[in-house]
């Protein structure tokens, strides 16, 4: 797949509107390996208040968490997926979003772009964040 640049995002306010309305935020390739990107921004979010939620294939907790092997396997309201996935797998996501039906926010992190699934998030209502790290945005919001 060729890079992509995000023809669907949001802008500044809206980031801002996200996190002020989300508290339960699932983390789709979460790893357990405190030096990876993904570990430090869910952490970091944790610490913040919201309710993080690992979604990762093989463990039992990570950062005290109970871990899910997938984003259908959560028993309870999601408000907000945040996504350290290649771009590729973006669609099969968008899809999991769809089904669940709860979910209100579609978040690629940086470097993640993939147009086709933004759209069909945002097709489904959701607000669509790509190429964007929640956790600069966080801190940057809260300045």
């Known amino acids: ?27 789709l390739g979460l790893s357990p390996d405190e030096s990876k990107d993904s570990h430090r921004v869910a952490k970091y979010l944790q610490a913040h208040g919201y309710k993080i939620v690992p979604v990762y294939p093989k463990g039992e907790t990570i950062l005290g968490e109970k871990v899910y092997k997938s984003l259908a396997d959560i028993p309870f309201e999601v408000d907000m997926v945040n ?4 771009p590729a797998a973006l669609d099969a996501i968008a899809d999991a979003c769809i089904a ?3 979910v209100k926010v579609f978040w690629a992190q940086k470097g993640i772009v993939n147009n086709e699934a933004a759209k069909k998030a945002q097709d489904a ?5 790509q190429n964007r790290c929640s956790m600069v945005d966080h801190r940057n919001l809260q300045a």
């Open 1 to 27: 797949m060729e890079c992509e640049f995000p023809t669907i995002n949001l802008n500044t306010d809206e980031v801002k509107e996200i996190f002020e309305s989300v508290k339960t935020i699932a983390v």
């Open 100 to 102: 669940r039906g709860d």
């Open 83 to 86: 996504i350290f996935r290649k």
């Open 125 to 129: 209502s959701m607000k669509v964040v």
